[in-house]
DNA sequence: TTGTAGGCGTTATCAT
DNA sequence: ATGATAACGCCTACAA
């Protein structure tokens, strides 16, 4: 099924002017008479021609695309909505600019060597947005290594790395402090996982908090999650039946909170009233639910566009930097952390 | 930042031979002395070279990139775990065989027609799959005058297209048939829209199963989806108070079987004692919702990667041909249909 | 087994 | 205002 194609040849000859001049009508160079530029508009149509970018991009060196690395996308973990509108941001500012994308989900460490090699190296992609949610992201290292334009989506410690993410030690802090100020004394911290930043900048938020206000630390309030198995309902369910039991809990992520409420609410216990329960991501379902949940609207829109603008930045500069932006995150009060 | 590439032909002069014997190491053809393929191999590594991928493409013709098209993905409505889902289908799909994903997330039907042209005529992409919802796809018609290959995902009444999908005449019937085998008369289908493929064939499911046991149809029983704006909540809550009051609701999505739910409640009514509920899609919150939720898997990792099946034969195969295909999808009954 | 030459489709630099 | 010509980086007959 390969078609023939139509060349820039095809048009010249047709219109019987050299191959320069149609490259000149399509490029809407000045110097150009309006005849032969009608009459060479004319026979592109006629014949359906349509530049070949590919020839274009060898020549021009420019290919305006960028690659998109999501580590295991076809993991349980990706099936969430924030993901589509990660997606959806870096997307409209990418055809903003005139650039397309390049999406690659791998899901083993050596196929993401493999596929940072071909971006980096391949002169396909002029830069790639890396979705990282471990702390050590091996592909990281790997980019770090090869001097070649890229953002992060993630906190990173790294110090060579540009990343974008939301703060979210302040996320911990104020989902905290927020218990806090409803009277809560003993707060749980559901979902955990030392082995991504995220959830380890909000614990630590979190952990701020009760120091500011006074509270003491307990570590059998704070549920690690181990096991990629590991739900918002079992976790739940070995918290409840545990010595101190919280009358608050902070879940990682709103679909972890629907899980726990679904455990108390199991156990014969009510949200919130019993034990009020927040997450964090504020997916669409969050203010449907019953009772409705106290989240946290991370903007994953903007953490794309802004990724993407980051991006483009580091491309187009001559001198080197080392770049993060916060994008700010938006607390959501619902009842399910306010006693009625 | 454009950093100077090392070609080919760095690596024959400094291995003292020609670009094509290097071309023909990077080949492994068969006819090159071992000395020579080893010492070329040495001298890749030593320069940290890699093949242009672009200037390979233009000679040989073939790009090995494939373009997904995803109209209005930074919409509401594609947020939705569905699609990172399906999406990882058809990367893990690609991967295995070399391919790379060209993602195109389009808002306005313009946008549309100017990506289809430049994916379809640039030379860059070999095939489209392009993910339709709505009934008469404009980039749909766009894509059958290229005669370009392209795989739709959702099934069109178009002659001329290549489509993989659920069969959702045959959910809305078995959804319909459970409800009718638990005793119910009065089933509602909550969130019909007639410009949606999907829906349309999911509803005349419903309606054929209601016949073939005998109910009545209810034009009122049926409740339409106008509006983006709409959702299951307000429209459940508009049912309630209709007069015919149904005791089994079936939702078009999970989503909204959860919106739903919250109407009922909120209105005092219990499910499923009172009002049956199912959704559709089984999102991995619709086992820990409150009550568990009745729903159909629709498999969308398999969804993908018969898409990506499909276009490639397209793509390989000389001879023209029109392909269609179902994924079975899976009744899953929980709590949430089922009197306790 | 290896080298030479030509071409893939386009743009940019000189000319004219 | 337009045309030749030489790249861009790689592959592939055809020669040797």
Redesign the pocket.
Known sequence: MKTL?V???DI?KKA?????????V??D?????V???EKVHRIMKELN????I???S????STKIIGVIVPGMAEQSFQHPFFPELLGGIGSMAYEMGYKILLSNVSTVEEEKQTVKEFAFG?ITEGVILVASRAQDPTVNELIKTDFPFVVIGRSENPYVNWVDNDNFVIGYQLAEHFIKQGHRKIAFLGFSPGYMVTTDRVNGYKKALQDYGLPLEDELIVENKFDSDNGYDLMKRLLVREIVPTGVITCDDLWAFEAIKAITDRGLRVPNDIAVAGINDVPLAKFYNPPITSVKINAFSLGTKAFEMLQTIINSEIKSYNRSFIPAELIIRDSSVKS
């Open positions: 194609r060349t820039i040849n010249a019987k002017v050299s191959a320069s001049t149609v490259s000149r399509i490029a160079h000045p110097r150009i008479s005849a032969t530029k021609y349509h530049p070949n590919i020839a274009r060898l020549v021009n060196r002169g």
